[in-house]
T-cell receptor
Framework: AQSVTQLDSQVPVFEEAPVELRCNYS??????LFWYVQYPNQGLQLLLK??????LVKGINGFEAEFNKSQTSFHLRKPSVHISDTAEYFC?????????????FGTGTQLKVEL | DTGVSQDPRHKITKRGQNVTFRCDPI?????LYWYRQTLGQGPEFLTY????????KSRLLSDRFSAERPKGSFSTLEIQRTEQGDSAMYLC???????????????FGQGTRLTVV
């Protein structure tokens, strides 16, 4: 079984400031890791994913995340946020088996970018 | 490619009624997933199909929930005898999985928001 913990339910930040959204996971097997963004009344859009290889993953909209196996973390970062980044962000894991995108999500972090 | 399409976008129903939601995946995507998202929570996996085969349904919330994908294209999710606790956003996603190797991106629809009154 897997679980995902997103430590911050809300993160307020001023525009052009850096931001980090934290994600920790628990799993007895190796996993794939994902970050999704959800705008109000919309579905989820993939920001980035870690499957293997380099632990620093770059995604869309200037976001990046670093996989840390020893700390079982996959924190999301952006060096300078924009007002349009205001949204809900979800961290998710799936195992390496045939389940593919059978994802386990965290509870989400609401990023609010203020002027 | 118009993305994953879900219909209806919103559904209000009275307690005890049956409801059915439809999901049209991206064409040529062989896998289709259903998730439920309640307010303030992340999506929760319900079931998934590879082509027309339902490979896992143990996470369906009760025997009132059922899903089909009869021809390996669109899928339906039915909830019988709805309860107020069924009020949620129901999300569909699809992906193209090749040979069980690795992982390809799942594309999500905009969801169907169900309100049971």
């Amino acid at each position: 079984a897997q679980s995902v913990t997103q430590l911050d339910s809300q993160v307020p930040v001023f525009e052009e400031a850096p931001v980090e959204l934290r994600c920790n996971y628990s799993s007895s097997v190796s996993v794939y890791l994902f970050w999704y963004v959800q705008y109000p009344n919309q579905g989820l859009q993939l920001l980035l994913k870690y499957l293997s290889g380099s632990t620093l993953v770059k995604g869309i909209n200037g976001f990046e995340a670093e996989f840390n196996k020893s700390q079982t973390s996959f924190h999301l970062r952006k060096p300078s946020v924009h007002i349009s980044d205001t949204a809900e962000y979800f961290c998710a894991v799936s195992d390496l088996g045939g389940g593919g995108n059978k994802l386990t999500f965290g509870t989400g972090t609401q990023l609010k970018v203020e002027l | 490619d118009t993305g994953v399409s879900q219909d209806p976008r919103h559904k209000i129903t009275k307690r005890g009624q049956n409801v059915t939601f439809r999901c049209d995946p991206i064409s040529e995507h062989n896998r289709l997933y259903w998730y439920r998202q309640t307010l303030g929570q992340g999506p929760e996996f319900l079931t998934y199909f590879q082509n027309e085969a339902q490979l896992e349904k143990s996470r369906l919330l009760s025997d009132r929930f059922s899903a089909e994908r009869p021809k390996g294209s669109f899928s339906t999710l039915e909830i019988q005898r709805t309860e107020q606790g069924d009020s949620a956003m129901y999300l569909c996603a699809s992906s193209r999985q090749r040979g069980g190797m690795g992982n390809t991106e799942a594309f999500f629809g905009q969801g169907t928001r169900l309100t049971v009154v």
